[in-house]
């Protein structure tokens, strides 16, 4: 009996957890052209426009930044408040700290994510990716710590608004996805492209 109800119980769990994690295959399509053209564009500017020697304007972070404007819409981590706030927040705690313990990365590295983690939380903006945005300003290279602030503006603002701008876009082509999930912003953007359809 008990044995019955245990496998009964593992049962609904499974068939929950695949039901909760199954995405519609047209999901999948648009999170993939969203993401591709997201990482694509940055990847594009940043081999016409900077030299071989200068390739800092594609990150890491903003891989994992596509995986939820493009792949998770609806999550508030992905909404644009959390995705611009949140990078660029990183970014400044990240250089801030760099600044001011350059050489001791055992403390500067765990200082600049768990900084960057509260304050993301305190302005609502919290975007997982922003603590790497942070870590990337410590550990990345000394071409990016050459940068010092200005690594906030570029590569990580104006990065952070080309994926946005194009999350804009792909996620809202169709109905049955809405970015982000505030209505009266989706509503605007929709009638933007409603006038441009006719």
Not at 21 to 50: C, M, P, R
Not at 95 to 113: C, E, G, M, R
Request: positive net charge; aromatic residues 10%.
């Amino acid at each position: 009996m008990v044995k019955k109800k245990i496998k009964r119980k593992l049962r609904i769990s499974r068939y929950v957890i695949y039901k909760e994690t199954l995405v519609d295959y047209k999901e999948h399509l648009w999170s993939f052209i969203g993401a591709f053209f997201g990482i694509g564009l940055i990847a594009f500017l940043q081999s016409n426009l900077l030299s071989k020697t200068e390739n800092i304007f594609l990150i890491g972070s903003f891989g994992a930044s596509c995986v939820l404007i493009y792949g998770a819409i609806q999550s508030p981590l992905a909404q644009p408040r959390n995705l611009i706030g949140g990078h660029t927040i990183s970014a400044i705690i990240g250089v801030t700290i760099y600044k001011i313990i350059p050489d001791i990365i055992w403390l500067s590295a765990p200082l600049a994510v768990a900084s960057s983690i509260v304050l993301m939380q305190v302005t609502k903006t919290l975007h997982p990716p922003g603590g790497a945005t942070a870590l990337i300003a410590i550990i990345g290279t000394e071409k990016i710590k050459e940068l010092g602030y200005f690594y906030v503006l570029s590569p990580v603002l104006s990065g952070t608004l080309i994926l946005f701008t194009l999350a804009l876009i792909f996620n809202n082509i169709t109905p049955r996805r809405q970015y982000p999930t505030n209505k009266r912003f989706t509503n605007s953007i929709r009638k933007v492209f409603i006038k441009k359809k006719s």
